[in-house]
Nanobody, 130 residues
Framework: QVQLVESGGGLVQAGGSLRLSCAAS????????AGWFRQAPGKEREFVAA????????YYADSVKGRFTTSRDNAKNMVYLHMNSLNPEDTAVYYC???????????????????????WGQGTQVTVSS
């Protein structure tokens, strides 16, 4: 059974940085994509970033480009979200998600879409104070 566990959330002042981690277990993820999504109170869950576990290609929402970076460590089955220049609008619960790359290839969904992600973590709270 696939498990995703996020960690690294917390309270940070505006302009600060945090690194979120996502530990994946239960299978080999070399042919998976991992995504980061966030959900603020009263808002829809939105795409933040994604990475292909095999190629390392990354994708970002416009709102975080230049500030956030996602990376992976294949040997440790870990995915990271490095967040810099945080602002109060980044306050949300952040979720790690994963799905086989074939799911995207066969359905036509993009890595920025929520629907194709089959596995989700429990989320970690990020709060940015002004």
């Amino acid at each position: 059974q696939v498990q995703l566990v996020e960690s690294g959330g917390g309270l940070v002042q505006a302009g600060g940085s945090l690194r979120l981690s996502c530990a994946a277990s239960g299978r080999t993820f070399s042919r998976y994509a991992a995504g980061w999504f966030r959900q603020a109170p009263g808002k829809e869950r939105e795409f933040v970033a994604a990475i292909s576990w095999s190629s390392g290609n990354t994708y970002y929402a416009d709102s975080v480009k230049g500030r956030f970076t996602t990376s992976r460590d294949n040997a440790k089955n870990m995915v990271y979200l490095h967040m810099n220049s945080l602002n109060p609008e980044d306050t949300a619960v952040y979720y790690c998600a994963a799905s086989p790359l074939t799911t995207f290839a066969t359905t036509g969904w993009g890595l920025e879409d929520r629907e194709p992600y089959e596995e989700w973590g429990q989320g970690t709270q990020v709060t940015v104070s002004s």
